[in-house]
């Protein structure tokens, strides 16, 4: 999945010369958490978050305060050289700069020019869309060799039963790399019949699983 | 002390038929009503025939657009993409003929029991072939083709006015419903349920709450896999308690699915009689406290159609009925007729004995865990309305 997918195009931005203020007042008004400051080119030239803000405007502890200092310059607290993204960059490279450089959002840049940005929400989003939790269905888990050649076959099983598989997850068994958990999730209400399928086949099932006695 | 209460049956239910393999098998109906009639608590006096729901009562809740689908599928004009999108002929709901007339009945039937409470004839009523919380708007899903409850709450809130309090103990998630009225003040539901993890339909989380006006009006309860009687109710009761009095519904509507039993094939939960006794008393001792006595129950799922649901369906009408569940032996003449057709043992007692549940090792856990869920889902009830 592609960055262009999933991130926002009705940006809200400063030019550098707005004030502190003005900042203060968009990030209320249309609870985000940065704005990323934009020249007449509409290149990126800096970014603030509702953090550098808050840091540059007076306590709210010490009265008669200079409230004249919300009247500076963005560009006086703005962070730069700014880091950046690319809309045909891959989700999951831009899920490693978020936990690398514990960044919240990031401008997605096209020739130069702002063209949106990717928050962690919108990562999370459709972190949720991958696992496929947001739509209905059953939960199924199948202990598999890690070898070539496992997945369709064991894939093929569901396609035999016409169940129409809502996402598919590879995770690892423990430390063992012999071994991998696929995860699938189905939509159906009414599992038994492929889980039989698949305990026919020899597989071993990690979730529903035999350890409670009588219950399958 | 007895009431006056109504069931709602036709032999028109048991014509809401997918195929003869699939798990949903409105038999159970059938064996429920008899078992009440071998035990001299059903009567004919008490029998109320369902009605079809009309084409515009189902367009309360449902698209115009899925209810023609569905009409066409009912006569074997709909294709296979088409019916694809409208969640028609998939493994949980395939297309079967005059699938429109059989599940406009089992909505009629619901309306039947509200208008029976409503119009003030009864103070009770219980429509077991109703209860398909997973009908969508223009989808079916999870064996469901129309949702009457949901119909039904529309038509209340319509024709009543009234502010409904729907609580479901079906082991899966009642989605259907909830997402019908999850913007909606004048509906709470309340959904007990085995956590999504691993069961259909993976949704019911403890933190979804209802949005915009509705905030604070969707209550679930998610209990692990495995849950025994003991934490089921321990949970079930101080919920339903707690939201009846913070909420204050004029009526109640109950969706009894009984799926949550250990013998259940489709479901990972442990309970026993234990709770299909309890769950229908609660519901009366709370209707006649909250609401003037006006309860409606539904069916819904339940999947071990011989030894569980007939038992568990007819404790809702004997509570109903005499306000007290059932003890002692199953009637002698219900085991000789229904035995010769099932493949497995009936039981012949109405309780069970307690070694049908399979020791679980983690059971300390797992109720330590549903009590935190429980306080997790009634974190905004102290704030009255």
Same mark, same amino acid.
């Given at each position: 999945?592609?960055?262009?997918?999933?991130?926002?195009?009705?940006?809200?931005?400063?030019?550098?010369?707005?004030?502190?203020?003005?900042?203060?007042?968009?990030?209320?008004?249309?609870?985000?958490?940065?704005?990323?400051?934009?020249?007449?080119?509409?290149?990126?030239?800096?970014? @603030?978050?509702?953090?550098?803000?808050?840091?540059?405007?007076?306590?709210?502890?010490? !009265?008669?305060?200079?409230?004249?200092?919300?009247?500076?310059?963005?560009?006086?607290?703005?962070?730069?050289?700014?880091?950046? @993204?690319?809309?045909?960059?891959?989700?999951?490279?831009?899920? =490693?700069?978020?936990?690398?450089?514990?960044?919240?959002?990031?401008?997605?840049?096209?020739?130069?020019?702002?063209? =949106?940005?990717?928050?962690?929400?919108?990562?999370?989003? %459709?972190?949720?869309?991958?696992?496929? %939790?947001? @739509?209905?269905?059953?939960?199924?888990?199948? !202990? @598999?060799?890690?070898?070539? =050649?496992?997945?369709?076959?064991?894939?093929?099983?569901?396609?035999?039963?016409? %169940?129409?598989?809502?996402?598919?997850?590879?995770?690892?068994?423990?430390?063992?790399?012999?071994?991998?958990?696929?995860?699938?999730?189905?939509? %159906?209400?009414?599992?038994?019949?492929?889980?039989?399928?698949?305990?026919?086949? =020899?597989?071993?099932?990690?979730?529903?699983?035999?350890?409670?006695?009588?219950?399958? | 002390?007895?009431?006056?209460?109504?069931?709602?049956?036709?032999?028109?239910?048991?014509?809401?038929?997918? +195929?003869?393999? &699939?798990?949903? /098998?409105?038999?159970?109906?059938?064996? *429920?009503? #008899?078992?009440?009639?071998?035990?001299?608590?059903?009567?004919?006096?008490?029998?109320?025939?369902?009605?079809?729901?009309?084409?515009?009562?189902?367009?309360?809740?449902?698209?115009?657009?899925?209810?023609?689908?569905?009409?066409?599928?009912?006569?074997?004009?709909?294709? $296979?993409?088409?019916?694809? #999108?409208?969640?028609?002929?998939?493994?949980?709901?395939?297309?079967?003929?005059?699938?429109?007339?059989?599940?406009?009945?089992?909505?009629?039937?619901?309306?039947?029991?509200?208008?029976?409470?409503?119009?003030?004839?009864?103070?009770? *009523?219980?429509?077991?072939?109703?209860?398909?919380? +997973?009908?969508?708007?223009?989808?079916?899903?999870?064996?469901?083709?129309? /949702?009457?409850?949901?119909?039904?709450?529309?038509?209340?809130?319509?024709?009543?006015?009234?502010?409904?309090?729907?609580?479901?103990?079906?082991? &899966? +998630?009642?989605?259907?419903?909830?997402?019908?009225?999850?913007?909606?003040?004048?509906?709470?539901?309340?959904?007990? &349920? $085995?956590?999504?993890?691993?069961?259909?339909?993976?949704?019911?989380?403890?933190?979804?709450?209802?949005?915009?006006?509705?905030?604070?009006?969707?209550? /679930?309860?998610?209990?692990?896999?495995?849950? #025994?009687?003991?934490?089921?109710?321990?949970?079930?009761?101080?919920?339903?308690?707690?939201? *009846?009095?913070?909420?204050?519904?004029?009526?109640?509507?109950?969706?009894?699915?009984?799926?949550? +039993?250990?013998?259940?094939?489709?479901?990972?939960?442990?309970?026993?009689? $234990?709770?299909?006794?309890?769950?229908? #008393?609660?519901?009366?001792?709370?209707? &006649?406290?909250?609401?003037?006595?006006?309860?409606?129950?539904?069916?819904?799922?339940?999947?071990?159609?011989?030894?569980?649901?007939?038992?568990?369906?007819?404790?809702?009408?004997?509570?109903?009925? /005499?306000?007290?569940?059932?003890?002692?032996?199953?009637?002698?003449?219900?085991?000789?007729?229904?035995?010769?057709? *099932?493949?497995?043992?009936?039981?012949?007692?109405?309780?069970?004995?307690?070694?049908?549940?399979?020791?679980?090792?983690?059971?300390?856990?797992?109720?330590?865990?549903?009590?935190?869920?429980?306080?997790?889902?009634?974190?905004?009830?102290?704030?009255?309305?």
């Amino acid at each position: 999945m592609q960055v262009e997918k999933i991130m926002n195009t009705r940006v809200i931005t400063l030019s550098p010369k707005a004030t502190i203020a003005e900042a203060l007042q968009l990030l209320h008004e249309h609870r985000i958490r940065h704005i990323p400051i934009i020249n007449s080119d509409r290149s990126v030239i800096g970014i @603030v978050s509702d953090r550098d803000v808050r840091d540059a405007s007076p306590s709210i502890f010490s !009265k008669d305060t200079d409230q004249n200092v919300l009247q500076n310059e963005i560009q006086s607290i703005m962070s730069t050289p700014v880091v950046t @993204v690319h809309p045909l960059d891959f989700v999951e490279e831009i899920a =490693g700069i978020f936990y690398e450089e514990e960044f919240a959002c990031l401008p997605v840049v096209s020739n130069d020019k702002l063209i =949106g940005v990717v928050t962690e929400k919108d990562m999370l989003h %459709t972190l949720i869309q991958l696992t496929g %939790t947001n @739509v209905q269905s059953s939960h199924i888990e199948v !202990k @598999v060799p890690h070898k070539p =050649g496992i997945l369709p076959e064991v894939a093929s099983i569901f396609g035999k039963r016409k %169940t129409n598989i809502t996402s598919v997850l590879v995770y690892p068994y423990h430390d063992d790399p012999n071994y991998k958990i696929l995860v699938f999730r189905i939509q %159906t209400m009414n599992p038994m019949p492929v889980i039989q399928d698949i305990r026919d086949e =020899g597989y071993e099932l990690m979730w529903p699983n035999n350890i409670m006695g009588p219950k399958s | 002390m007895t009431c006056k209460a109504s069931f709602v049956f036709s032999d028109a239910f048991l014509n809401y038929h997918f +195929h003869s393999d &699939h798990p949903f /098998n409105q038999k159970r109906v059938l064996l *429920a009503k #008899e078992l009440l009639e071998a035990s001299d608590t059903l009567s004919v006096s008490d029998i109320i025939e369902p009605r079809m729901a009309t084409e515009e009562e189902l367009a309360l809740f449902h698209d115009k657009a899925y209810i023609n689908a569905v009409k066409k599928a009912s006569i074997g004009n709909l294709s $296979e993409e088409e019916g694809l #999108e409208y969640g028609l002929g998939t493994e949980d709901t395939p297309i079967f003929k005059n699938m429109h007339e059989a599940s406009s009945y089992l909505v009629g039937g619901t309306l039947a029991a509200v208008d029976a409470v409503l119009q003030g004839n009864s103070l009770h *009523a219980l429509n077991l072939g109703g209860g398909l919380h +997973h009908g969508f708007k223009r989808k079916a899903s999870g064996f469901c083709v129309y /949702n009457d409850g949901a119909v039904a709450i529309k038509y209340i809130r319509e024709k009543y006015n009234l502010r409904v309090l729907y609580v479901d103990t079906d082991a &899966h +998630h009642g989605d259907g419903v909830q997402w019908a009225f999850y913007d909606d003040p004048n509906v709470c539901t309340f959904s007990i &349920h $085995e956590t999504g993890r691993y069961l259909f339909p993976g949704t019911g989380n403890v933190n979804e709450r209802g949005i915009k006006e509705g905030h604070g009006f969707s209550f /679930n309860l998610p209990i692990d896999a495995f849950t #025994e009687d003991e934490s089921f109710i321990q949970v079930y009761e101080s919920a339903f308690k707690e939201i *009846a009095d913070f909420y204050k519904p004029d009526i109640i509507i109950t969706q009894n699915g009984a799926d949550a +039993h250990t013998h259940d094939p489709l479901t990972h939960l442990c309970g026993t009689m $234990e709770i299909y006794q309890r769950i229908p #008393e609660l519901a009366h001792e709370l209707a &006649h406290q909250y609401c003037d006595g006006k309860w409606v129950a539904l069916g819904g799922g339940g999947y071990d159609i011989w030894r569980v649901v007939p038992r568990a369906w007819s404790q809702i009408w004997n509570v109903m009925k /005499n306000s007290n569940v059932k003890l002692g032996s199953i009637p002698e003449s219900w085991l000789s007729k229904w035995q010769k057709k *099932a493949p497995v043992t009936l039981p012949t007692t109405w309780q069970d004995s307690e070694n049908i549940v399979p020791t679980i090792p983690r059971k300390a856990e797992i109720s330590e865990k549903n009590y935190k869920i429980l306080l997790s889902a009634l974190k905004y009830t102290k704030n009255k309305i």
